[in-house]
């Protein structure tokens, strides 16, 4: 039985090991998220508060060349980030609807 209650853990730090890694490798929470370190941070733009938290969006290109639309979003007792790595060809879509929308 003991042997079992050891085994159970592995999967676990084999995921902690992991993210440890990529921590490691690029440095900071961001970098191990978008698999490659911020390389400079084009700007942002505060989308508003409800309810206490406060939600930003931010443009950043990584050191692969990488555009990253980041949104996070801070309240009292939390935090939340999540971003989403697009290609030129996406990026470039994104900018014509953005474009679109605001004619």
Do not use: C
Request: net charge neutral; aromatic share 8%.
């Amino acid at each position: 039985m003991e042997v079992i209650d050891n085994l159970f853990w592995i999967p676990f730090a084999a995921v902690a090991g992991f993210f440890l890694y990529r921590f490691l490798k690029h440095g900071s929470l961001r970098g191990m998220l978008y698999g490659s370190p911020v390389a400079r941070t084009i700007g942002e733009v505060e989308l508003g508060r409800k309810l206490g938290a406060t939600t930003t969006l931010r443009v950043h290109i990584l050191d692969n060349g990488q555009i990253v639309l980041e949104q996070s979003s801070r309240a009292t007792l939390g935090a939340s980030l999540s971003g989403l790595p697009l290609s030129s060809d996406e990026t470039d879509r994104l900018i014509a609807l953005l474009q679109q929308a605001r004619s």
